[in-house]
């Protein structure tokens, strides 16, 4: 299963980004989507999932800031970034989980690099 991820860049704080992350058909419909971030030298860690029901969470780190949205037409799970502080700086990476199972797929890490 492979999971497409775009939109990654550079961007000073304050500005905003938009990634994307594309999905089989085959998983989308069944599967938590989600995004997770890891920077030099820590853990990666979620920034946000949606469930199949549009059921949203967030990292306390994000909210008010970031918007975690699926695209059902599409089979894509977008994060709108607003607001973006240096500490955003992280690559980051998309992420699809059948709940209560082990099934889980990861696409590759997308950059994200916020300048003061």
């Known amino acids: 299963v492979q999971l497409q991820a775009s939109g990654g860049g550079s961007v000073q704080a304050g500005g905003s980004l938009r990634l994307a992350c594309a999905a089989p058909g085959s998983i989308f419909g069944l599967y938590i989507m989600g995004w997770y971030r890891q920077a030099p030298g820590k853990q990666r860690e979620l920034v946000a999932v949606?469930?199949?029901?549009?059921?949203?969470n967030y990292a306390d780190s994000v909210k008010g800031r970031f918007i975690i949205s699926r695209d059902n037409a599409k089979n894509t799970v977008n994060l709108q970034m607003n607001s973006l502080k240096p500490e955003d700086t992280a690559a980051y990476f998309c992420?699809?989980?059948?709940?209560?199972?082990?099934?889980?797929?990861w696409g590759q890490g997308t950059q994200v690099t916020v300048s003061s």
């Open positions: 949606i469930t199949t029901g549009g059921v949203t």
């Open positions: 992420n699809a989980h059948r709940f209560n199972t082990r099934d889980t797929y």
